[in-house]
């Protein structure tokens, strides 16, 4: 499956960065997308969605709200089967908007569900 993490960071301490990690351990294509970024756990980083090389089946966001909410075209260009909203990246608003376009979201923890085989 093509995961997109964004919001990643090169940082371990971070869920974001033990997300990458963890996908591509359970054998997930991952895209890290974080502008500030070259490279996480030996992949290549994305500045935005859209410059993915790939069809993205799950973004799994790890950003606050108001960085989100303003990738709602991002979100809608690439088209992912779902979006998982992290602890911390829960947004009503954006949502709302994807569900009004037949995009799955869901509010859960990436991590949780990897660790529960129910990615």
Known sequence: MNVAVLGASSKPERYSNRAVALLAAKGHTVFP????????????????L???PASVDTVTVYLAAERSSVLLDDLLTIRPRRIILNPGAEN???AAALAREGVQTLTACTLVLLSTDQF
Request: charged fraction near 5%; aromatic fraction near 4%; hydrophobic fraction near 50%.
């Open 92 to 94: 009503p608003a954006l």
């Open 33 to 48: 997308v974080n502008p500030a970024l070259s490279v996480i756990h030996g992949l290549p980083v994305y500045p935005r």
């Open 50 to 52: 859209t410059l993915i």
